[in-house]
Every structure is written in structure tokens, then in C-alpha cells.
């Protein structure tokens, strides 16, 4: 099969997209897509080593139902020294069968909306090629990693042992149903996406040919008959793209179903006639011709043969060829499939791709015309990340949110493309990695290093950059919280984060059972001690020559053994601490500079110390540029010498700039530690009911020595009937910043304020009172409720006390205590009950009319009058049910902001005030209801934000039935 290979001139940006498609612009350099029927006999690229698994198999694929039914026989060589007796098959749907344990309410809407759905694999049957059935069982979840549901690994009895060198074969059936859910594994919407996996897999062997089931899919040749049903009547054609290892993509067209009996189920498997053709590649298709002409194509029924770790599609009715240019120079052949209406974002996709892959082949070193040469982006509903690359590399997976962002942060995308390109190429590059099971992750750590190298390089704003500029700006809180606890899409890309969240969820294939850490954390490790210079020569060295892998040359340039190092950085990442124990000033130089000692230890997991992870520290040199000294990390205790310009807290000794380590406490990782400064308490109420409760407050909080568990906070406010200030000091134990809380804290505080008269309404029996009030206050809180953006489940109790006196100098004397519990829970995913008590008394002879309870507005009975029901004592009680209307929404409000989602509220709130609590528990309380909405929204596309708007209705009192109305941030309670 002669390939003819077509060139066509790319336009300039704003052009029409001019394409020259061609297989080898989509599949491989000039003569290796005329050698693609030989693949499987040669092997993995760089190895004249057939694969050890091979399979012959017959696939009906159901796009619009998201159902796959199987067929074929299987074939594994005994690479081992022993017989073999039994076959390990993974069923990777399986892992969809329950919830993935790192599921949260934080970022369960990354992966299902509205709820959870469950997919699956069935093995129809497993027999000896005598049709004899075989014995197959289930691997013990005790063997597998935490979480993956029984019957994600099986094991087949062989009939008889098979010897080392000899082929074990046996005949099987299965059939996979698609869960609904994002990612590149399930099916949303009318876009199904299978990145593999939806066949059973064999294990990768390791170098004794051992197979552990944990780890990725083995290399195998496919000789694979396809064939696509639909469409039904009524339904669109889908278009089906079948990935096969370097190949990608091949279309393959759907066969029409009549309606009538059985039309509703995959049908029943033929065999193929032998007429039937092979893969033919039109070639014909010269320059200027129109998008989508020249892919290779497959009728309904047809054969590919191919090797590769799992063959992968994507089906969806609206999937279109955006835009194809075949290799140019040493740019590799770039294709963009994706949503009709979306050429901007692909010709953005293909200029980047193409000038990535020329530095990639620059960068490693390879040879003219050697190594990857193709690639292709696919769209896939993505939530979790913005870029996947498959496993094989053959393609990049793409969010369809991909650059809906404040155009700003449009670089910070470019980014994630960056990475998952140079990831994609050097898969590919390092398909000869041996053993296999390095593959993946090896894989990442070249397109790390190549990604690092060009942010360098390029100069461009990185996420590490973006970080150490906004620590000179993050006492605004929210910046503060976005620093150090991200959880927002890509937040590792946009802040340089080297180590995921406890609760990210590995959804790449490459990591769904093995659950180890992304190949950069690897490549970082190496940095510290290889260096850059070195760690890029060594990732030339591992393209090059990859079937030495990654780990024997990482070992040869570091000149040591390694193998402990990578136990370390390949498993759970160690729950250790770094902190500086002291420092001395040894001396003063001429020009005031000081030569200072720095005491380091490291505490907890013992392996970081053992094998040695550098720990680096800064202060402001001589000249006020930063100045870095490093400990080897080795041993639990440590030494640097260094020199610091300034002395004590203009000059703090910063260590782990760069946050490299993974600590369990950054609050200890500065001396001397101040503290830091966070502007906050910054709000505005705006009574929409001409109550007169309306208020203006600017504060601010300081956190002691950077240790988050202390508070000290500060406000100054100005509301209609007092204005003044407040000090608080708060102590949470377990606290840390994030979107959950989850522990308990006290707090005490003094208020000094003057009180003005002018805001109970007409008829309030109460009069009203001014002068000057001082006072101090004490409370206890817990709090087990679950993200505040969205609390769906917890607990939540506060009590405080407030003490007036005239000794303290105030015009009053009272003590007002106040109680508060809340709760939440939810019925089914989307829907929650929440109820809120608030309990209150003052006692006292001299109560000021500003500390009244009242018994309406926001926190009170929701439809009853603010400023008009006031008392000593207060009893009310709220009730909410929530009810997620729509999730998954993409509406831009001019590009500052994207709505994510709108639930609706329901409430009936109840209650009253008085002048004891004993006389509100008699009963003849004051009733109110209405309905409220919650908007969901992410500012400039990365800070989760909840807009609440409620309207109230009085219902006790038919004369005063509103409506009342209420607006504010996050939710109610």
C-alpha cells in the first residue's frame, strides 16, 4: 500500500483554514504508514520484539446507547521463567461501578452531574479454543489499591500450565455499558468517549515477565473487525473515530437499524465475510482541499490491524474535522476534531501544537525525521483537567471549556496544551520502554521536563512566577486561599504545583489502578539532583534509547543507586515535615550584611531523609536579589550558611521557596515569622425592605507566625446605628485554609463603638438608644459542614457571650447570650434539607436598642419586617430545601464570570422575640415563606462564587404579606 504524501501551506492567523489532508499528515512519518500492516509483527517502535499479547477480535459498537459488545480470541506468551497457569485480565469499565473513594463534594461535579452513574464489563464467557469453559475469578479487592470495586481484576484458569516462550490462548466474549460521566472514559450528552480500556487488558510484564495487575495495558497487535450500528430513525448519523496506537484517527461508518424487535440492543456478532475490504487510505486530496477529505476510512463493517497498549474511540453526531496540516519541517502532522463553530480554537490548538513539537524533537535531540510525527485533538467533555493525553500519545484529549477564561488567563490554558502535547509526543517517542509498566509515567517526566524547559525558554508567565508574585499580594484572603489551596480546574498549571491534592482523583488510564503520583514529581526529584543541564540530556538519552527506559541512565547520570528514589517518588507521597529549628548571626560584613547559620530538621516518614530530598533556602542577598543556600536533606538534622542583607523581620529566611517539599506544615517555614496579613471582613449589606439595617465593613486579619490556626482580626464598621471597631483573636485547632471545615475553635474579643437612633421603624416597641458602648465577648464554634460554596452534609454549632459594663467605661450593662445550630443533609445527590436555630437572651438593666434581637430580615423570619419586631430574647428557627435545577451550564456574563449552575430554594422560617426565651416557648410565633434561586458561578473563570437572591412572605399576619426581599453571598447556612 503505496501512501502519496501531500503538503499544503498553512494561511496566517484570521485566515480560512486551507488543509491538506493526507495519512501520513494523521498517522506516521513517509513509509511508516505503508508499513502499518506489518505493526504487528514488529512489535513496539525500536524493537524487532513481537508483543506478547495479541488479539483477534470481533467489535459492534452502539454509540447513541454507549454499548460495546466483543467478541475474538486472545493470545499471551509466557515471558516468565516459570509455567503459567493463569491469565490476569483487567476489566477496566468495572472501576466505574462505585464511586471513586476521592470523590468529594468539592469535586464530584468534575466527574458526574447530576449524579452518580455506574458503568461496566461483563465477560459473556471465557473458554479454551476446544470451547471448553475456563474458571474465572475475581481478584480479592484486599489485593488491589483502596477503592477499586470487586470484579476489576479477574484471573482465568489456564487448562493446562503453559511453558516459558509458549502462547497461552483462550476464547472470550464481553460487553461494556458506558457510565454518564465526564472525562475521557464514559458518555455525556451524545458524546461518547472510550480512551481505552473497553476491551480487557492484559497487564503490562515487568522485567522477570511477571504481570501485576496494577499496572498499564501491555503492548499488543490487534487485527480488530469493527462495525458501528445506528443510526435508528429519527437519529443523526454518528461519526465514529477508532484510535489505534499511532494511527489515529480511522472513521468508520455506521450501519443503518430498522426499528422493530431487538433494535433497542447491540446485535448479535457475524463474522466478517472475507470480501470485506482492509484499511484503505485515500491520498488524493492535494492542496486547498476541503476540511475532512483524504482521513482513512472504514465502511460499516471492516479490519484494522494495528499494535498499541487498547485501541480508544470517540462517537458523537456533531464531532467535525476542524482542521488537518500534515507534517512541516520537523512540525508534526497535527488534526483537531471538535464542535462545529470552534475553527479559532482549533487553528490556536494547531500552531501551538505544531511549534511545541519542533522544540520538543530540538530539545531531545532526535534524529531528522525519527521519533513522533503525529497528532491529534480530539474534544471530550473534560471538567477536571483542561488537556488529557491518551496513553499511547496518540492523541490529546480537550475540554470544550478550553479558553472559556478571562482572556488574561488564556495563557495559563496555552499551558496545559503545552504540557499535554510535549506528553502525547514523548508517549509516543518512549513507546519502546521496557518494562512497560514505566511507560506512562516515564512518559510524563519527558514532557515535564521538555514543558519546563520551554516556559524557560519562552519566557512566558509561568505558574511559578504567577505564585511568588501574588505572595507579595495575598493578604487579600481570597488570593491567599488560591495560593495555598487551589481547587479550581488546572490550579496545579496555574500555580506551579509539583504535588496534587489529597482528594484528586486519577482518571487517567494510566493511573486508575496503580495510583501513583504524575511522572513530574519523578522528574522534579531528579532535577534536585541532576540538575537542569543534566535532567534534559537525560530526557534526550531516554528518546533516544528507549528501551533502556528511564530509570538504569537516571541512575548512570546521578551515579548512584536509585531504585530506593524511585520506590519513594513512584508511591503515596511521604507525610513528613521540614521546619527551621533556629538561626545564629555568625558576623557582619563591611556593608552591613549579615553571615547567618541556619538550623533545619525534618520530622516524620523516615524515607525523605534516607534517600535525601534537598531542601533549599532563601534570604535577600548582598545586592537584594534572593540568595539561596541548600541542605541534601539527608539525615533529620540540617545546617546552611548563607547571608541575609537586612536583619530580623525585613529580611525573613524563607525556606522551600519553590514549595518543592510536600509538607504537612508550611507555618514553620519562616524565621523570624511575624506573621502575615490578610485584608478581610470586607463587606456591604444593602436592605432592600427600607429597614435600615444597611452596613459598610472594612477589616482585617493577622495571622502570628504564618500559623493559620491563630487569628487576629480587626474591623472597622458603619452601620446606621453604630459605628466602630472590633478586635478579635480566634484559635482553630486542625483549621487550615481551605474549602472545608472541619473542627472546632474559640475566639475572644472586644468591641468599642458609639450608637445612633434612626432605625427601628415606627410602632417597634422599643425605644431607641445612643452613647457609647465597650465591651467584650467569648465564644466557642464546631463546624463539620462540607464546602461552603455547596454545603450538602454536616454540622454546625456556635455559642457566644457578650459582657457590657460601666467599669469597662460603657454607657450599658448587659450580657447577651446567643446560640446557633445548624444542620444539613442530603436526600439524594442534588437535593438537601437544611434547618438553623438561633437562641438568644440579654440580661441586664441598661440593653442597648442596637443589641436587640430582631425577629425579621436574613437571619430571622424571612418575610417579616426588619426593624420593627425587637426584643430580649429570640427563638427562630429556618428551614430550607435545596434543589439543583441544572448543573453544567457554560453561560459567559461578558467573559468576568461563568455560570455554573442554578438551584432552587424553598424555605419556611419560623420564630418570634420577646422578652425572656420562656415566653417565646408558649407558642404564637410569627411566620414566614418564599423561595429564593442560588447561582453558581466561577469569577473570571477559576474562583468558585454563590449569588443567593430569596423573596419572603409573611404568613401569620395576612395584613403584612410582603414580599420581603433578600440578596447576599453563599448560601443562607
Not at 459492534?60 to 446507547?65: G, K, S, T, V
Not at 481505552?196 to 492484559?202: A, T
Not at 473515530?241 to 448479535?268: K, Q
Amino acid at each position: 500500500m503505496v501512501v502519496r504524501a501531500a503538503r499544503g501551506a498553512r494561511s496566517g492567523r484570521g485566515r480560512a483554514l486551507a488543509v491538506a489532508l493526507t495519512a501520513g499528515a494523521l498517522a506516521a512519518l513517509p513509509g511508516r504508514a505503508a508499513a502499518q500492516g506489518d505493526r504487528a509483527a514488529q512489535g513496539a517502535p525500536g524493537s524487532d520484539t513481537p508483543p506478547g499479547v495479541a488479539w483477534t477480535l470481533e467489535l459492534a459498537l452502539d454509540p447513541e446507547r454507549g454499548l460495546v459488545e466483543g467478541r475474538g480470541e486472545l493470545r499471551v506468551r509466557n515471558d516468565g521463567a516459570a509455567p503459567l497457569g493463569s491469565l490476569t485480565l483487567v476489566l477496566y469499565p468495572n472501576r466505574f461501578r462505585a464511586p471513586d473513594p476521592a470523590l468529594t463534594d468539592v469535586n464530584f461535579d468534575r466527574f458526574y452531574a447530576p449524579w452518580f452513574s455506574a458503568g461496566g464489563m461483563t465477560l459473556r464467557w471465557v473458554r479454551g479454543l476446544d470451547g471448553r469453559p475456563l474458571d474465572v475469578r475475581a481478584v480479592p479487592a484486599g489485593a488491589l489499591p483502596p477503592g477499586l470495586p470487586d470484579g476489576t481484576v479477574v484471573e482465568v484458569t489456564l487448562p493446562r500450565p503453559v511453558v516459558p516462550g509458549a502462547w497461552a490462548e483462550v476464547d472470550l466474549a464481553f460487553g461494556v455499558e458506558a457510565p454518564a460521566r465526564f472525562g475521557t472514559f464514559g458518555q455525556r450528552g451524545r458524546r461518547l468517549v472510550l480512551e481505552g480500556g473497553f476491551v480487557p487488558w492484559v497487564p503490562a510484564a515487568d522485567g522477570e515477565g511477571a504481570r501485576d495487575p496494577r499496572a498499564p495495558p501491555a503492548l499488543a497487535a490487534w487485527d480488530v473487525g469493527v462495525r458501528v450500528v445506528g443510526p435508528r430513525e429519527g437519529d443523526p448519523t454518528p461519526r465514529v473515530l477508532v484510535g489505534r496506537g499511532r494511527g489515529w484517527p480511522v472513521r468508520v461508518e455506521a450501519e443503518p437499524v430498522r426499528d422493530g424487535p431487538g433494535s433497542g440492543h447491540v446485535p448479535g456478532l457475524a463474522p466478517h465475510p472475507a470480501s470485506l475490504p482492509e484499511v484503505e487510505v485515500r491520498a488524493d486530496a492535494g492542496p486547498g482541499a476541503r476540511v475532512g477529505e483524504g482521513l482513512e476510512r472504514l465502511p460499516a463493517r471492516g479490519r484494522l490491524r494495528f499494535v498499541a497498549a487498547t485501541p480508544s474511540l470517540v462517537a458523537c453526531p456533531d464531532l467535525a474535522p476542524l482542521a488537518t496540516y500534515p507534517p512541516q519541517g520537523e512540525a508534526p502532522a497535527v488534526a483537531v476534531w471538535g464542535s462545529p463553530g470552534t475553527e479559532e480554537r482549533a487553528e490556536r490548538l494547531v500552531d501551538l501544537a505544531q511549534r511545541v513539537g519542533t522544540y520538543l524533537r530540538t530539545r531531545l535531540g532526535l534524529a531528522p525525521g525519527a521519533g513522533p510525527r503525529a497528532l491529534a485533538f480530539v474534544e471530550a467533555p473534560l471538567r477536571d483537567r483542561f488537556v488529557q493525553a491518551s496513553l499511547d500519545g496518540d492523541v490529546v484529549f480537550f475540554s470544550d471549556r478550553l479558553y472559556r477564561v478571562f482572556f488574561p488567563l488564556r495563557t495559563f490554558h496555552d499551558l496545559e496544551v503545552v504540557r499535554a502535547v510535549c506528553e502525547a509526543l514523548a508517549a509516543q517517542a518512549l513507546a519502546g520502554v521496557a518494562p512497560a509498566a514505566d511507560r506512562a509515567w516515564a512518559a510524563e517526566a519527558v514532557g515535564w521536563v521538555v514543558t519546563q524547559a520551554w516556559l524557560t525558554e519562552q519566557r512566558q508567565l509561568s505558574g511559578r512566577t504567577l505564585r511568588r508574585g501574588l505572595g507579595l499580594f495575598d493578604f487579600i484572603p481570597a488570593i491567599d486561599q488560591l495560593v495555598r489551596a487551589p481547587r479550581f480546574v488546572g490550579s496545579d498549571v496555574f500555580y506551579g504545583r509539583l504535588y496534587e491534592a489529597p482528594d484528586a482523583v486519577p482518571d487517567e488510564l494510566g493511573r486508575a489502578l496503580a495510583r501513583r503520583p504524575r511522572g513530574r514529581v519523578v522528574a522534579e526529584k531528579l532535577r534536585d539532583r541532576l540538575g537542569n543541564a543534566r535532567l534534559l540530556a537525560l530526557a534526550g538519552e531516554v528518546a533516544r534509547a528507549p528501551a533502556r527506559g528511564l530509570r538504569d541512565p537516571a541512575a548512570a547520570a546521578a551515579e548512584e543507586d536509585l531504585r530506593a528514589f524511585f520506590e519513594l517518588w513512584l508511591g503515596p507521597p511521604p507525610r513528613h515535615n521540614v521546619r527551621i529549628t533556629g538561626y545564629e548571626v555568625l558576623g557582619r560584613l563591611p556593608d552591613g550584611t549579615e553571615r547567618v547559620r541556619v538550623r533545619l530538621a525534618r520530622e516524620g516518614d523516615p524515607r525523605p531523609r534516607e534517600v535525601g530530598e534537598p531542601v533549599e533556602v532563601e534570604t535577600d542577598g548582598p545586592d537584594g536579589a534572593p540568595l539561596r543556600a541548600r541542605w541534601d536533606g539527608r539525615g533529620a538534622l540540617g545546617v546552611v550558611t548563607t547571608l541575609r542583607r537586612d536583619a530580623w523581620l525585613w529580611s525573613p529566611i524563607q525556606l522551600d521557596p519553590d514549595g518543592r517539599l510536600d509538607q504537612t506544615d508550611t507555618g514553620d517555614d519562616r524565621a523570624p515569622a511575624l506573621g502575615k496579613l490578610l485584608v478581610n471582613r470586607a463587606r456591604v449589606r444593602v436592605d432592600l425592605n427600607r429597614g435600615n439595617r444597611n452596613e459598610a465593613a472594612l477589616g482585617f486579619t493577622f495571622v502570628p507566625g504564618y500559623d493559620y490556626a491563630h487569628r487576629i482580626t480587626v474591623d472597622a464598621f458603619y452601620e446606621q446605628d453604630e459605628r466602630g471597631f472590633s478586635l478579635d483573636y480566634g484559635y482553630g485547632f486542625g483549621f487550615a485554609i481551605d474549602e472545608r471545615n472541619y473542627g472546632l475553635g474559640v475566639s475572644a474579643g472586644f468591641t468599642a463603638a458609639q450608637l445612633f437612633t434612626g432605625v427601628l421603624r415606627r410602632g417597634a416597641l422599643a425605644a431607641e438608644t445612643e452613647g457609647d458602648l465597650l465591651s467584650v465577648r467569648a465564644g466557642v464554634g464546631f463546624d463539620t459542614r462540607l464546602w461552603s460554596v455547596n454545603p450538602t452534609w454536616g454540622f454546625a454549632a456556635s455559642f457566644e457571650w457578650e459582657h457590657a459594663d460601666r467599669v469597662l467605661g460603657s454607657d450599658f450593662r448587659f450580657d447577651l447570650f446567643a446560640g446557633s445550630v445548624s444542620a444539613v443533609y442530603s436526600v439524594v445527590r442534588g437535593t438537601q434539607l437544611g434547618v438553623s436555630a438561633d437562641l438568644g437572651q440579654i440580661e441586664g438593666g441598661l440593653v442597648p436598642s442596637q443589641r436587640l434581637f430582631d425577629a425579621g430580615g436574613q437571619g430571622g423570619v424571612r418575610g417579616v419586617q426588619t426593624s420593627l419586631f425587637v426584643g430580649r430574647a429570640e427563638l427562630t428557627i429556618q428551614t430550607e430545601l435545596r434543589q439543583m435545577l441544572v448543573e453544567d451550564l457554560d453561560v459567559s456574563l461578558l467573559g468576568l464570570a461563568y455560570l455554573r449552575k442554578l438551584q432552587a430554594v424553598v424555605f419556611l422560617d419560623m420564630g418570634d422575640v420577646g422578652d425572656s426565651i420562656a415566653d417565646l416557648t408558649r407558642g404564637g410565633w410569627k411566620w414566614g415563606t418564599g423561595a429564593g434561586v442560588r447561582a453558581y458561578l466561577d469569577a473570571f473563570g477559576v474562583a468558585n462564587v454563590t449569588v443567593r437572591f430569596d423573596v419572603g412572605f409573611r404568613i401569620d399576619d395576612v395584613e403584612e404579606l410582603g414580599p420581603e426581599y433578600y440578596f447576599g453571598f453563599g448560601q443562607s447556612f
